[in-house]
Each structure stands twice: as C-alpha cells, then as structure tokens.
C-alpha cells in the first residue's frame, strides 16, 4: 500500500536558520506530491505539490522536488521565520481509482526569535 | 466562497453518545472527504463523496460511523455510541473533478471529545 515517511520531530530552529524537512514515499504508480502545513488552530492548508518527477515546487520562499529514483519530496526554506512555526504534513495522492490523500505524522516546526 | 466549513468546532459528549459533525464545501466542488486526525498522527482518510454517492470508505470507518450526503452538497458525519478512542479532529475537505493533483481545501475540523 502507499505511505509516507517524514522526519520526526519537533524540530527547533532560530530565525534565518535554513530548514530541510526530509519525506520519502512508497506509492504505487505515479503519485501526486503535497505539502500541508497546519498553523496552531486551523486546519490543513496546501504550501506546494509536484504532480511529476523533477517536478520543483514552491511557495513562500518553500520548495521541494519530486526525486522519483529516491522517492523523496523533501522540504527546504533558506531562511525561516517565527511565523514559520507550525505543523507539516507531507501527503501523496497515487491516482489508480482512489481519491484519498495518505499523509506522513507531521513534524512540528518551531521558530525563534 | 467562504472555503470549507465545519460545525461544530468543538464537541465534548460521554461515552455512549451518538454525535453528528456537519461540513458544508466549497459550493462548486462535487467531491467530499472526511478524515481524521488524532493528537501527534497525520490525518487518516475515512470516506469520500462524489456528488451524494458515496464512493470509498476506509476500513477505519467501524460500523458505528456513518456518513451522508443527501443532496450533493452538505455533509454529515455520525458516531453512535462514541468511544474514548473515538475522540479526535475531524476533518472535512473538498475538490473539483479532476483537480486532485492540485490539493484539496480542508474546513478547521470538529475536535471530538469522549469523556
């Protein structure tokens, strides 16, 4: 069956610190991507996806690439900030008939100042 | 649009009780989801919508829960007899056909507790 494996957390950082959250993946097929992130009392929101391998992408300074031969998806950011601190969620979505999302535990991010 | 909406967002009730969580999706989206998330796990998927047919279930989904969609837009989600084990963030998302790739929109959740 699919899953995903994320990094475990919590993950403690300073503000401007670069950040790489690893994701690997066994899926069948060719799954579709995700990075959700949750802030404190919200619910999950979409940060990026990549639908093919090599496939980069990115949003708010995020990014991850597609690397089908090491089945990852890692999460990287250059420089974080407080604002940063949440909860990520990598998830893949394999096609083949089902509509389900399976996501990794989550690694919890926590920024200071 | 208003995104995907959850009511309620907080629900306490005792063991034994029946309890029903209502989300409403974005209006144009015809695919409904419903997961569940427990303290420290990523969310779990449970069932899946498409109009008011439901179409995947999960093996999670114990014969004490079931799911509905009437009319292709709302939906409801009932616990008979809750479980200490049942308590949870349940989580309600929404998609268009053929935008899977592109993510779902996910409501803020119904956080379940069983006392």
């Known amino acids: 069956g699919n899953s995903v494996t994320q990094m475990e957390g919590p993950v403690t950082l300073s503000e401007e610190a670069f950040l790489t959250i690893n994701c690997t993946y066994t899926a069948t097929g060719y799954p579709s991507l995700f990075w959700y992130v949750q802030y404190p009392g919200e619910g999950l929101q979409l940060l990026l996806k990549a639908t093919k391998a090599d496939d980069k992408g990115s949003n708010k300074g995020f990014e991850a690439t597609y690397r089908k031969e090491t089945t990852s998806f890692h999460l990287e950011k250059g420089s974080v900030q407080v604002s940063d601190s949440a909860v990520y969620f990598c998830a893949l979505h394999s096609g083949a008939g089902s509509y389900q999302l399976t996501f990794g535990k989550g690694t919890k991010l926590s920024v200071i100042p | 649009d208003t995104g995907v909406s959850q009511d309620p967002r907080h629900k306490i009730t005792k063991r034994g009780q029946n309890v029903t969580f209502r989300c409403d999706p974005i209006?144009?989206?015809?695919?409904l989801y419903w997961y569940r998330q427990t303290l420290g796990q990523g969310p779990e998927f449970l069932t899946y919508f498409q109009n008011e047919a439901q179409l995947e279930k999960s093996r999670l989904l114990s014969d004490r829960f079931s799911a509905e969609r009437p009319k292709g837009s709302f939906s409801t989600l009932e616990i008979q007899r809750t479980e200490q084990g049942d308590s949870a963030m349940y989580l309600c998302?929404?998609?268009?056909?053929?935008?899977?790739?592109?993510?779902?929109?996910f409501g803020s959740g119904t956080r379940l507790t069983v006392v």
């Open positions: 209006s144009e989206h015809n695919r």
């Open positions: 998302a929404s998609s268009s056909s053929g935008t899977e790739n592109y993510g779902y929109t």
